[in-house]
């Protein structure tokens, strides 16, 4: 195995330009910066509407230094495709030199990946396409207000999975979405978190570097969504992965890695009080969350052979 | 701010954008109401604030600097004030507690 990455291997170059709208400390915007810090210049980038979408290209301008389409909130998957097709015409006919490589990645949010734009992503997935498609998944429909999504936690508070007499914030559980990219038998797919960027970094550079239909997971806080003070991002994504809540990790032609063990897991009360969307949960709806999480990790430890992830510290 | 918009015979046909990262020209300082000042003496120069800077708005510049005990860096850290939204993420992951969020004062 290659030497692990470390902070300094970041490149300087900025590849994500400000001036872009995001929130104050929104988690999406650092990861976007990394992300394309990690992908060849030439690369298109085809994205779905969303927060991302709709902060960085206000019309005439963009953050974006790669060539980037926008395309609706259904379809980053399936515009993706017809991009990857097309430079193979193009190609066929001569009008790309044959070794010129351009590469394609799809970005979208939970909801345009998760729910809307699952049929698109199964297609692209199902067909083979030489695509990454990243979800950054903050959990809910932010852009518009805080719906929630099929990527929305257990016990969560939206707009549209309230608080009150009748509800007591989301009842579902998330959607597995690793298990539904790799039920396609797709050779990689990874989980990044914008604390880790040397991972996020390292993933994003491998999966590159893999032909074919490739899916990386990326948690992606979100400062009013998950009602935080904004300078807390990273504090509550670092907390995710002690937690067990976030598990960072790669499945590579069906080989699972770990890259961030745990030996020592934090109660998952430290992640959700930092938060004021699970404010109202009580302990037996906490005990739930926890019993959920240690479900989630002893599952990964049986894919791994190994305990990466220890037990709860006392 | 562009101070005027392009009219639709200046546009380019499908309305593409042709500048990368023009969004540059649109400076978002006037969200800031605390303003990260950083303590060169402090800072050990370990890039963290510069790797979870959401904008992004700290700087790593190739300029030398010497600390007051005499202590040579050949790496500086600046804060970029025509980007810095004053989340404070900066200051809350600094290592050496060397970035101070101050009321910004207009
Ligand atoms: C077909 C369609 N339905 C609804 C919308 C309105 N819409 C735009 S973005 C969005 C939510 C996006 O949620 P997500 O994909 O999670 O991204 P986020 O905004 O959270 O980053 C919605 C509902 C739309 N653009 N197109
Ligand atoms: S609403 Fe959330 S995801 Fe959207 S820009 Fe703001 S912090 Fe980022
Ligand atoms: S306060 Fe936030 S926006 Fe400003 S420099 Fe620090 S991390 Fe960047
Ligand atoms: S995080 Fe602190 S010590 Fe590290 S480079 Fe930034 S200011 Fe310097
Ligand atoms: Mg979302």
Not at chain 1, 68 to 95: D, M, P, R, T
Not at chain 1, 97 to 118: C, H, L, N, Q, S
Not at chain 1, 164 to 169: D, E, Q, S, T
Request: aromatic share 8%.
């Amino acid at each position: 195995m290659s030497r692990a990455l470390t902070i300094r291997d970041l490149p300087r170059e900025e590849r994500f330009a400000p001036g872009h709208r995001m929130c104050q400390g929104c988690g999406a915007a650092i990861l976007m910066r990394h992300i394309t810090k990690a992908l060849p210049k030439d690369t298109i980038i085809v994205q779905a509407t969303g927060c991302v979408e709709v902060t960085t290209t206000l019309y005439p301008e963009t953050s974006w230094m790669n060539p980037w389409l926008h395309i609706a909130f259904e379809n980053a998957a399936a515009g993706a495709s017809g991009v990857e097709a097309a430079i193979k015409v193009l190609k066929k006919k001569g009008q790309l030199p044959p070794g010129k490589e351009v590469r394609v990645v799809a970005i979208g949010g939970d909801g345009g990946t998760f729910d809307i734009g699952i049929q698109a992503l199964s297609g692209m997935l199902e067909r083979g396409h030489d695509i990454l498609y990243i979800v950054y998944d903050n959990e809910a429909y932010m852009n518009t207000g805080i719906q929630r999504s099929g990527a929305t936690p257990f016990g969560a508070w939206t707009t549209t999975t309230p608080v009150g007499k009748v509800w007591h914030g989301e009842w579902r559980r998330k959607k597995d979405i690793i298990g539904i990219a790799l039920a396609h038998r797709v050779p990689y797919v990874a989980t990044v978190n914008p604390a880790y960027l040397p991972d996020l970094y390292a993933k994003v550079s491998k999966a590159m570097s893999i032909k074919g239909p490739k899916l990386i997971h990326a948690f992606s806080p979100c400062v009013p969504g998950w009602r935080y003070e904004p300078a807390l991002t990273i504090t509550i994504a670092k907390m995710a992965v002690q937690t067990g809540m976030w598990i960072n990790y790669e499945i590579e032609n069906g080989v699972l890695n770990v890259t961030t063990p745990v030996p020592k897991r934090k109660p998952v009360r430290e992640y959700l009080k930092l938060q004021g969307r699970f404010r109202h949960l009580t302990d037996e709806e906490i005990n739930t969350i926890q019993k959920f999480v240690d479900e989630q990790v002893a599952y990964i430890n049986k894919l791994a052979g190994k305990e990466v992830i220890g037990p709860v510290e006392a | 701010m562009s101070s005027r918009l392009p009219s639709w015979k200046e546009l380019p046909i499908g309305a593409v954008i042709l500048e990368p990262g023009s969004s540059r020209r649109y400076k978002t300082h006037e969200w800031r109401t605390l303003r990260p000042v950083i303590n060169q003496d402090k800072c050990i120069r370990c890039r963290i604030c510069w790797s979870y800077c959401p904008e992004p708005a700290i700087l790593e510049v190739d300029k030398p600097y010497v600390t007051s005990t005499n202590r040579r860096y050949e790496i500086t850290y600046m804060v970029d004030y025509d980007y810095c939204k004053g989340c404070g993420i900066c200051a809350q992951e600094c290592p050496v507690k060397a970035i101070e969020m101050v009321p910004e004062v207009r």
